[in-house]
């Protein structure tokens, strides 16, 4: 007969895991999928970042779909391994192309796009999926000396927005699709100091905590000031720009800030809270497929759906953003 303390011992976890599945799925219900599953045959989408997490994982589908999909890397082996383990899945999927691409360095944006240019005649959908979080003390700047944040999620996705420009009209109705997150309410742009030397100098000298990055939550207000300036720019001329949220995923994006440990202190949290990369890839495919979004244009989205932002977004800080980017790219190098 088996003692009854031990029948409790065994109950309580089990009971502790059953509740938070229960959670979860209950949860997961407002987790919105893209209904959308036409046939994307003939069209060329460039994801950015396109060999893990979330940008894998809308890569995967648009390939089921039959469209073809760049996928532009930094590390191009990693970019050749996706493209192989999504082929073994899909051996009758759409064509599919890995690029090197880093977003650190904007010789490497323009070989790139000098590269696409003569290979494509038109790109239908530009997906800025890539990203960094790096913990501030270790100050890690792209090749032009520009804090990483700042310089890759931001000024290296809004120089190549730029120089496809021409290949997106071609395509037209084409579409942009720029992730930001919700965390950009958090954010704030001092344009006294875009490469935060005041805050980085802090993090060294008391460490920090590196769950708590401005440096990255600035960078996702950049782009959605990107996006609305780009949008507004672009209105009429056939290419909608929109923002996605794909909301709090399990992807290696915060490598460098959780660690192993983390994930079983936060256990709890993470099985009630936490989506699937593909999960958070819903609402990018949407953006890039939907029909029935065709011709809106500036829009925010989560779970497929429209977002309001409790962010008071201030005209003059996105035209004076926009041309301080001009100005940093022309002149290659940090205020």
Request: glycine share 6%; hydrophobic share 40%.
């Amino acid at each position: 007969m088996v003692p009854s303390t031990a029948v409790y011992v065994a109950a309580v976890p089990i009971s502790v895991i059953v509740a938070l599945g229960l959670l979860r799925k209950w949860r997961s219900r407002k987790w919105a999928t893209c209904a959308s599953n036409t046939c994307l045959r003939g069209k060329t989408f460039l994801i950015t970042g396109a060999n893990c997490g979330i940008g894998y994982e809308t890569a995967k589908t648009i390939v089921r779909r039959k469209g073809r999909v760049i996928f532009a890397c930094r590390d191009i082996v990693k970019a050749k391994e996706a493209i192989a383990n999504i082929r073994k899945e899909q051996p009758n999927g759409g064509e599919m192309i890995p690029m090197q691409l880093d977003l650190a360095s904007f010789e490497s944006i323009e070989n790139f796009v000098e590269v696409v240019k003569k290979g494509f005649n038109k790109i239908d959908v530009l997906i800025n999926n890539a990203g960094v979080v790096v913990p501030l003390n270790q100050d890690l700047k792209t090749k032009e000396g520009f804090e990483i944040h700042f310089g890759v999620n931001h000024l290296g996705h809004f120089y190549l927005t730029n120089l496809l420009l021409d290949h997106l009209k071609r395509a037209t109705p084409s579409r942009i699709v720029v992730l930001s997150s919700t965390l950009h309410e958090r954010g704030k742009i001092d344009f006294d100091d875009l490469n935060l030397r005041k805050q980085i100098e802090e993090a060294k000298k008391r460490g920090g905590s590196p769950r708590h990055n401005p440096g990255y939550c600035n960078s996702k207000l950049m782009n959605a000031y990107f996006a609305k300036g780009l949008a507004c720019n672009l209105r009429n001329t056939g290419i909608d720009v929109n923002m996605v949220c794909p909301g709090f995923c399990a992807t290696n994006l915060f490598r460098h800030s959780i660690k192993w440990y983390h994930y079983i202190l936060m256990a709890p949290i993470l099985i009630a809270f936490m989506k699937t990369a593909k999960q958070g890839s819903e609402t990018v495919v949407f953006c890039a497929t939907d029909h029935s979004i065709e011709g809106k244009t500036g829009k925010f989205y989560r779970d497929c759906e429209e977002y309001t932002s409790k962010h008071e977004f201030d005209k003059e800080v996105e035209a004076k953003l926009w041309s301080v980017s001009e100005e940093l790219v022309k002149a290659r190098k940090p205020l």
